[in-house]
């Protein structure tokens, strides 16, 4: 699991009161940094290589300005060249918002999808949303 | 259906080189602004309705700052308190992403959802997605 | 003078109920495309030339969402490699802020600034604040 | 001085390849936190005070993905309804922007501005740009 922490900013509001629904997919992608850093090692961004395909998000509190936001990102799925994110954001206790998103590993050089490398995939592996149902039978035991 | 001109800014783009993916949420609900007017007709916001649940974004293509872009909004679904809402954006010719947003028609000072209004329903139902089609039949006789 | 129109949206108002003060620097760059258009006419923007320096911005009255703002430019003063914009923000008939803005055509490729060309600075020079005033004396006689 | 640390996300860049220089007033917004705070400490922000009148923001670096920044913020001058703040923004070594933002102490219900209460003076007066030299020569002693 990656984690991270975000303060809400006054231009991330909007009329209504609270965090406008449109921040959410910037705080999200903002969580995926690591996941980023994976794919371009030595920031190279030219060489940008994770292009979004599908983000589904279901947003389930109103978010407020004044309380710090984490966001926790899983690995659900990882396929040849796709990988697909399980996200959560909670303020305080409460789950705010879940999404999930598609990503493809892109060449944007040759406008062609590429096999994620071994070696990403294994570091991916270690963030996998299934783990944390295992370690939570572990707890058990 | 609603449509909208959107012409894209410099901010909107990213190190890619192309419109960041972030940006679409923030165009699809700029192109909702006639649907918020019938719930808001008298522009009091503090009394604001349309509270969005739930966002899914598939994006086709990538779209490029120098060259506008349309985005046509249709109603897909109707409920008692809910509305689902089918978004294509083209650039050009081509389209480029597709969203389907729900919305509940929610009163924030007591914090629940209420009964979409009959004119509001009445309106709604002229922008119906069903309706392309049938168009689209009529348009061969 | 560049003249636009620019539709507020919800996500650029905050929780103060107007439109958030870090929206205006993304307004008065949106309005000015047709000047980014003039250095970079054939659209290759891996060749960007306009890095804006310094901008000083005036917040005169607040502004809302529902009604339009149009945006004016002019070029104040030429340099040799810079360039000074003068812009107001109307909405209605309020003047609601007034900006500055100071760029320099710069090459990113070796980092240095460059000459602005001969043809934009003639181009350039039909957008001047003072001609505006010449054509209000003009409009008297 | 206040100071933060904020991690430049990918939707803050450009097509230029560097961060967008509309971002920055979104920082130093973000940087303002504390003062905010200060004015709204019971964070009803209904009653939301500190309303900017002028930024003059001067670009002198610019600032890349994949580094933190830092922003410092000072009291510069104290009047009677209004504050100017003096901020300074590094990544790594570099000092990349400055930025004066004035305020004013509104109440948004009479559309009046207000004296500034003695005890937020006071407290800010511990954040004064002076009181850095003195520091400075107290440092020298």
Redesign the interface.
């Known amino acids: 699991m990656f984690e991270i922490i975000i303060?809400p900013?006054?231009?991330e509001?909007?009329?209504?009161?609270?965090i406008?629904?449109?921040?959410l997919?910037?705080w999200f992608?903002?969580a995926r940094?690591p996941i980023?850093h994976l794919f371009n090692p030595n920031?190279d961004?030219?060489d940008?290589k994770m292009?979004?395909?599908?983000?589904?998000?279901?947003?389930k509190r109103?978010i407020f300005?004044?309380k710090d936001v984490v966001i926790r990102t899983w690995v659900k799925h990882i396929g040849n060249t796709s990988l697909r994110l399980y996200e959560e954001l909670y303020q305080g206790d409460l789950l705010c918002a879940v999404n999930e998103a598609v990503y493809v590993n892109f060449n944007?050089a040759t406008q062609q999808s590429e096999s994620i490398p071994p070696h990403i995939k294994k570091e991916l592996l270690q963030h996998f949303y299934e783990e944390q149902s295992l370690q939570n039978v572990n707890d058990l035991n």
């Open positions: 303060t900013r006054i231009s509001t909007d009329l209504v009161g609270h406008n629904n449109t921040t997919p910037v992608e903002a940094y980023f920031q961004y030219k940008w292009i979004v395909v599908k983000t589904t998000l279901e947003y109103q300005f004044g944007l």
